[in-house]
């Protein structure tokens, strides 16, 4: 079955440091998702990454999706309190998405 | 514009009863699926619903069923539960299969004693 794999599972930062998460698959992705979870939350849509080699910018974010579709990252450049939480990836199946082990980031003021 | 709303937000059962969960979908989204999220873990696919059929289920037993309505409200019913049951189940809404993304409920905390 379709498996995808992200490291590292936790993190720990001081404020101001920067963080990312990778995430792998074992199949070739048709298109890529990125959620954020907070603490007793529920996933957020943070974005969508298709095309081979794409990256994408959201202020302190930047997402990455391999070349052969096949792997990810989301990096945050200088981490704030609020960006604490767990970051999942998430690939698209036909009517479905099969979400990554997800990194827990936590940030130390 | 209103996002996807889940009833009820906590729910303790006796193992092998029954559990229905529901769901209202964000406005102008078609599509509806049912998430279990165990504690610590990634969010596993249970099903989705387009236009009030079944459209994909995931490794889940038949006693997870499902229903969507035409105002594209679902429900998710559990029968016979179990222990294991015990999980956050997340609703999540999208136009045509999420493609541009799914919005997600805030999740029903089901606890089975």
């Known amino acids: 079955g379709q498996q995808v794999m992200q490291i590292p599972q936790y993190q720990h930062v001081q404020e101001g440091e920067d963080f990312t998460t990778y995430c792998n698959s074992s199949t070739t992705l048709s298109n890529i998702q990125w959620y954020k979870q907070r603490p007793g939350g529920h996933p957020v849509f943070l974005i969508q990454?298709?095309?081979?080699?794409e990256v994408k910018k959201q202020k302190r974010l930047t997402f990455q999706f391999g070349e052969a579709k096949k792997n990810s990252s989301l990096h945050i450049t200088a981490t704030q309190t609020t960006d604490v939480g767990t970051y999942f990836c998430a690939g698209s199946g036909a009517n479905n998405l099969f979400f990554g082990t997800g990194t827990r980031l936590t940030v130390i003021p | 514009e209103t996002g996807v709303t889940q009833s009820p937000t906590h729910l303790i059962k006796t193992r092998g009863q029954q559990v229905t969960l529901r769901c209202s979908s964000q406005?102008?989204?078609?599509?509806v699926s049912w998430y279990q999220q165990a504690l610590g873990q990634g969010p596993q696919f249970i099903f989705q619903y387009y236009r009030e059929e079944e459209n994909g289920r995931g490794n889940f037993p038949p006693r997870f069923s499902g229903l969507q309505f035409p105002n594209y409200s679902s429900e998710l019913n559990v029968n016979a539960l179990e222990l294991d049951d015990s999980a956050l189940y997340l609703c999540?809404?999208?136009?045509?299969?999420?493609?541009?993304?799914?919005?997600f409920g805030s999740g029903t905390r089901l606890t089975v004693v």
């Open positions: 990454l298709v095309k081979s080699g």
């Open positions: 999540a809404s999208s136009f045509w299969r999420g493609f541009n993304g799914y919005t």
């Open positions: 406005s102008g989204h078609n599509t």
